[in-house]
């Protein structure tokens, strides 16, 4: 595969694979739940050929799409392949990597120029029955959901103007429609966002642009019932630089970070911004929500700085990710108002990986789980992902309707052991609260990991995996996943 740079991106657990495979029957171990009958999709990149610059990075590598099947005589499958985005296919047929920096073509050789430099590789995003894998700089690709196989860039039948889609939607569960947005909408270091509304059956059913405070890096969104909220973190983006061979993004510690706000339904003309904190980002939200006076609350983990060093250290920030201060942060403002400034509360720990159960998206809800570190592990953490360490403590928060919700269960990880993402599976009882089905990845010697798909109770995470599958095949770090039910599956 050619020589990688030899940095953090491209060692150890982020070595790069290159293997597809389809591994059938594989023994679930433990009492698997009836209601977990389906797919998990994973998301994750893994590049065909090594970079152009030694300092290219993890979320560079060409995506890939996996499926976790559970099937009906107890056994799983697990299966995984390329995405074939025109950039995958134009460097497989070169046999070496032609594009350059990471969200930057001025660096990429001149014979690939105007060719779609996307890589699809950060979400599996499910809606209306297709599947369709995104990441931010570009338009998704869709695949097929039993196959794998790649049909081609997704644009709404020709109905999406946006040049970009983000890897982040929000689907009303009472609905079914998809919210999403596109930044950078008109190219490179834009400060256009497009935002859309997909009906049910699939159909964009609009798609308004407006002017970001500056050109940021807008990774997740939310919607409440009656709002759309769209968070502007100061890690940007500057056209000169692009031209001149430098990085897409640079944190600015001394920018105000933004929070807008549109009716959902409405026109963009009415989005309102309310001031946050100087140098703040979050990449994921867990929900957004409205109390009974009407308030609006923006639920987020925040820290204090861009977590990811790749971005840091081209904006002169040097600092180790244990100096990475964090917190799950609620913003809070009144929509009925003209603007002013967020009012900010800590109302959970450092992390990252927010999950809910989908039916209360958008809405008042009572719990949440989360990724963090354990303070107490007795030994190294797992040195994998963008940021270089895994979280090993899976948290259940109780309570976040409340000003103060509570951390009311964990399951730490053992040394050397990280969560990839969970997903949530509903239970068929609406009054129990379903499943977590997440990846756990486990180094066992010098460069030697084992993998395995655990199944957990939403209500008891501390009582451990009630179902476990081992996958025997080296896998990388996942981005972002997405359940799909085997019922939803049998319709298409």
């Not at 920096?101 to 809606?127: I, Q």
């Amino acid at each position: 595969m050619g020589a990688f740079p030899q940095s953090i991106y491209f060692q150890g657990l982020n070595e790069p694979v290159g293997q597809e495979f389809d591994l059938r029957g594989l023994r679930v171990e433990g009492d698997l739940p009836a209601e977990v009958r389906g797919s998990f999709y994973r998301a994750l990149p893994d590049p065909a050929f090594a970079p152009m610059f030694d300092s290219d990075h993890t979320l560079s590598g060409d995506g890939m799409v996996s499926r976790l099947s559970f099937n009906a005589d107890g056994t799983a499958d697990f299966a995984q392949k390329y995405v074939e985005t025109a950039r995958y296919l134009a460097e497989k047929a070169a046999g070496k990597a032609l594009f350059g920096k990471y969200r930057n073509p001025f660096t990429d050789d001149a014979s690939v120029a105007g060719v779609d430099r996307t890589v699809a590789n950060t979400t599996p995003v499910w809606h209306a029955g297709r599947l369709l894998m995104a990441k931010e700089d570009g338009r998704p690709y869709q695949v097929d959901p039993i196959t794998l196989e790649t049909i081609g860039s997704y644009d709404f039948g020709g109905a999406l103007k946006s040049e970009t889609m983000t890897a982040h939607v929000r689907i009303d569960a009472a609905t079914g429609e998809l919210f999403f947005y596109g930044y950078e909408a008109d190219g490179q270091a834009s400060t256009k966002v497009a935002y859309c509304v997909v009906a049910a059956d699939g159909t964009l059913k609009s798609e308004q642009w407006f002017d970001a405070p500056y050109c940021a890096m807008m990774h997740d969104f939310t919607i409440s019932e009656n709002y759309a909220l769209f968070p502007i973190y100061p890690t940007t983006a500057d056209l000169d630089r692009l031209k001149a061979g430098g990085e897409h993004w640079h944190h600015e510690p001394e920018l105000d970070s933004w929070l807008g706000v549109m009716p959902r339904y409405g026109d963009v003309s009415e989005i309102k911004w309310f001031k946050g904190p100087k140098g703040c980002h979050s990449y994921h939200m867990m929900n957004a929500w409205e109390d009974a006076d009407g308030m609006l609350h923006f639920d987020a983990c925040l820290n204090n700085t861009n977590a990811f060093a790749f971005v840091r250290e081209p904006s002169g920030i040097f600092m180790g990710p244990q100096d990475v201060v964090g917190a799950l942060t609620r913003w809070t403002v009144d929509p009925r108002s003209e603007g002013g400034e967020v009012t900010e509360t800590i109302i959970g720990p450092p992390g990252d990986f927010p999950v809910i159960p989908a039916r209360f998206q958008g809405k008042r809800y009572p719990f949440g789980f989360m990724l963090s570190m354990n303070p107490a592990l007795q030994g190294p953490p797992l040195f994998a992902g963008p940021v270089g360490v895994s979280f090993n403590m899976l948290l259940r928060l109780d309570g976040m309707d409340t000003p103060a919700p509570q951390v009311s269960g964990a399951l730490a990880l053992p040394p050397m052991a990280g969560y990839n993402e969970p997903v949530h599976v509903p239970a068929a009882d609406p009054a129990k609260d379903g499943w977590l089905v997440f990846i756990v990845d486990q180094q066992t010697g010098d460069n030697q990991f084992i993998h395995e798909a655990w199944v957990v109770d939403a209500g008891n995470i501390g009582a451990g995996a009630v179902a476990k599958v081992h996958i025997p095949a080296r896998l990388r770090p996942q981005v972002h996943g997405w359940w799909v039910a085997q019922a939803q599956l049998e319709a298409l």
